[in-house]
Structure formats: structure tokens, C-alpha cells
């Protein structure tokens, strides 16, 4: 790569201040919005029960074209895109009722049950909206990693130097703090045969889902390098990248667990990791260190990278918090009709709780009048910047967790073990199912792709057309490849 043209790059990326916390707010909810018109299609019309050329394109449109033209041509007007998506489904939801061919069914199963004593379930059921969650998520950080590298993609939407909030910054710590939520599985799966896994185990098998990842981020850099490739050498140092990040995360997390049996909560836990790393750098010269230290060695070089993973350990941990409870029953194994909804109406006011929660805290930290009046920043990684990742990740579930609440109430209704599942898979859209199905293989795809296209073309310097048909055609070929290997059946394990 030219230097003129790489040191033109880097400037774009660099010394950018963000942008406001509602604005982000009102971009990202795209993604709920047009889960939302997806639902009500699909529940009213069984729109998408024939999953064919038409489906996919529409399916297409809805969860990932919205988020491009969110974070794109509709950037400076996301209020009226929310209200394209929303308006539909409102007036479609009011004037149909739901046409859900498994209604029968469940109501059926629902008599049975009556009249027999318990009907088995699943312990650890599928939950269509943190599937929607997930995909969504993935879907904007696979859009936001190559679209930033194009002028239609706003300047205060990419990732902050120092101090301040912005879309890329939120989709990291995203990023990270999904990964949490579904780590709680195998918790779960522990914990209900009561298998308690010594910390040698633990560790050992944390290491070995590490070294793939360690592996990336080796193979990155060694590109990264050898390319001669534009890079933000402030957001995680010289030598570290995201893929390190994330390799270390499990086997500390691991370490953690050991804690859980003197402090019985991972979002207790997280807080105090929080707290304990944002005293460290209002206390000492840390913060200083990691902001203005000259790179003269292998630490001061990635001192970004190093220190700021603390913060996304509290935020894997507060994941795992959340996990733990939208992820199970909160009943036993069985259930009847009456105690489904109460238990749906507890996994709501527990969401709506722990998003108020993270909220206060977050406003804590941040009032000057009563608080501790600090900024947010991704660059450290710091306690106001774990909280709004908190909060923001809660709220979204939250809202995912509504519509399929009120569009999809036989997922939760259902009586039997069958019935769930098909109810599952009919309140699941087909591409937000193999984005989170291949997460990680995905992410990886599209940074092979996004540094494919920085290298074959000026990114920086074409019109908004030329942008809008790149970035399009990239969204297609990442999401084909994600439906492909879904309907081959190919989980890659990263």
C-alpha cells in the first residue's frame, strides 16, 4: 500500500471524538424495528414458512440492509427509518391475527397436559430472541468493520480516540459481552448434573478453545505487517489486535469461577473487577501510561490492548451474568399452561431490572454534580464504559425479548418438548439464525473480506454509489455464505 495513501487511512480513523449516546440509541434500534416487521410478517402471514427466493431476499432486506442504511444513507436520519419499519408492523399486527400453524398444535398439547400430570421440556430451551440478539449484533459489526473505511460511513460513528461514545465503540464491547452471555451455557450444563469442574480442568479446557484464537491473532498480525496495512496503532497497540483479546478471556474467566464461591454473582463479580481497574487508573499513573507513554517497549507498545482487557473481562462476566438468567427455566422441567407466563412476565422484570440497574450505575459515574464525573472510554476500557455496554446489551435484550413475547407467545406457551422447538424455529429468522449459528467464522470471514477490499480498492476516495453497491454486495456474499453453511449444516467451532 502507497504510504500516502496508507497514512490517509490512518488519519481517517484517527483522533475522532464520537458522537451522542441517543443517536447511537436511535441507530441501533433499527435492528429490534425490523426483527419486529419480520415478526409480524411471519406470525400474521407465515410469510417466511416457505423459506424461498422471495423469503431470503426480504429476510435480506429487513436485518441487514436496514442496519447498512442505518449506519449509512439513513445516518443522519434514523428516526424516520425506525418509523419505515415500525409503522408496517404496527398496522399489520392490529388488523390480522396471529396465523401460526402450530397454534393448534400447542393448544392441543396445552389440553393434554391439563389432563395429565407434567409434560418435559427442555431445561435449557432455544430462545429465539437471544438468537435475533445475537445476529443482530453480529450483522452491525460486520457491516461497521468494512463501512467505516468508506466516506458514507459518518466520522462519529467510528471508534473514539480518547474519551466519548460512538457506534463502533459500543459494538466491541458488544461483541464481547454476547460472547459472555451464551459462555453461560456450559455453566448450566454443569450445574444441573451436578458436575463441579476442578480449576485445572477448567483451565485446561479454556486453553484449548484459546489457541485457535491466539492462532488469528497471530496470523493477523503477521498480515497485518507483512501487507504494509493501514492500522489504528492507539485502539489496542502495535502488536495486539482483537483476536488476543478474546483468547485471553477464558482462560481468566476460568480463574474467576474459583471467586464465584465466596461471591456467588458474576455481575457482582464484574462490578468489583470494574471498579477495581477504574481505581487503579484515577489512582495511580495508569491512565496517564496508557494514553500518552511513549512505545519504547513490548508492554508500553500494547499497553491498550493489555490493560484495557481488563474492562472486557468485567463486561464477559457481566454477559455471563445475564446468561444465567435468560438462558434457563426459571421453573422446573416441567410446567403448566398457567405457570409459563409468570415465568415470562419474572424473565421480563428481571431484563428491565438489571437494565435499570447498569443504567444507574452508569449515571453515576458520569454526573458531575453527583457522581463521579468521569468519561466514558473505550481506549482504557474503563467502569463507564463496561457500564454502558452493560446497559445498552440488557436494554436490547430486553426489547427482543418483548416482541417475541408479544408476536410469538407459543414459544413459551408450548407444552411439550417438539411443539417448543418448531415454535422456536418458527419465530427464529433464517439469517439472523446462521449469523449467530457461525458467529465467530462469520466475523472472521468479513475481516478476511473487509481487508480483501481495503487492498483491491481506494475505499476513501469513491462516490456514495460506488460505496452503496460495494458495501451491498459484501453484505450478500457474507450472508450466502452463512446460509450456505447452515443449510449444509456446518458449525465451524473457533
Known sequence: MAQSYKALKEDFVSNLTGGSASEINLVTAVAPAAVLLWSVLQSRQGFFSSYGGLAFVVDFLLNVVAILLATTLYSEAPLVLNVLLLAPAVVLYASQSARSPQSRAVKVNETRAEKSVTVKLDTLPVRPFITAYRGSMMIITCIAIIAVDFQIFPRRFAKVENWGTSLMDIGVGSFVFSAGVVAARPILKNHLAGRSLGFATRLYASVKHSLPLFVLGVVRLYTVKGLDYAEHVSE?????????????????????????????????????????????????????????????????????????????????????????????RSSPMTKSSGNAGKERRRLLVTLASWTLIWNCLLAFTLSYNYGLALRVSRRLANLPYVLWVCAFNCAHILAFCLIETCVFPNVYRAMDRATERREADFATSRVLHCYNRNGLAIFLLANLMTGLINLTVKTIVVNTGTAMAILLGYAMMVTTIAIALDVNGISVKI
Open 236 to 328: 489496542y497497540g502495535v502488536h495486539w489486535n482483537f483476536f488476543f483479546t478474546l483468547a485471553l478471556l477464558p482462560p481468566f474467566v476460568a480463574g474467576f469461577q474459583s471467586f464465584f464461591k465466596l461471591i456467588p454473582s458474576y455481575a457482582v463479580l464484574a462490578l468489583l473487577l470494574g471498579s477495581a481497574y477504574q481505581a487503579l487508573l484515577e489512582l495511580t499513573s495508569l491512565k496517564g501510561y496508557v494514553l500518552t507513554a511513549p512505545r519504547t517497549d513490548i508492554i508500553s507498545k500494547n499497553r491498550e490492548g493489555i490493560f484495557s482487557f481488563f474492562g472486557y473481562l468485567a463486561i464477559f462476566l457481566a454477559g455471563q451474568a445475564t446468561g444465567l438468567y435468560v438462558l434457563p
